[in-house]
Nanobody, 115 residues
Framework: QVQLVESGGGLVQAGGSLRLSCAVS????????MGWYRQAPGKERELVAHITSGGVTYYVDSVKGRFTISRDNAKNTVYLQMNSLKPEDTAVYYC?????????WGQGTQVTVSS
């Protein structure tokens, strides 16, 4: 059984920073893809950033220059450093990993940015 445990969400003022973590545990021996998604109220879930096993990263335009995704392969953990946060970044943030052809999601962590 594979589990993803997210942490690091919370309430922050505009311009502030948060760091999200997602630790993967269980029977997964090779993680090819690790990503962060978010879903704001009334909106569809969207990809925020992802990182491949080779370290190639992707960011949605709205977070480029503000967010940084990284991974620690030894710890099976992916991080999302979020700086210069804006009220429009408010959402539930989910991590997703793909390993051995299977997709796994975390339970989500709330990020709220006040103006």
């Amino acid at each position: 059984q594979v589990q993803l445990v997210e942490s690091g969400g919370g309430l922050v003022q505009a311009g502030g920073s948060l760091r999200l973590s997602c630790a993967v545990s269980g029977s997964i021996f090779s993680i090819n893809y690790m990503g962060w998604y978010r879903q704001a109220p009334g909106k569809e879930r969207e990809l925020v950033a992802h990182i491949t096993s080779g370290g190639v990263t992707y960011y949605v335009d709205s977070v480029k220059g503000r967010f940084t995704i990284s991974r620690d392969n030894a710890k099976n953990t992916v991080y999302l450093q979020m700086n210069s946060l804006k009220p429009e970044d408010t959402a539930v943030y989910y991590c997703k990993v793909i390993g051995m052809g299977r997709h796994y999601w975390g339970q989500g962590t709330q990020v709220t940015v006040s103006s």
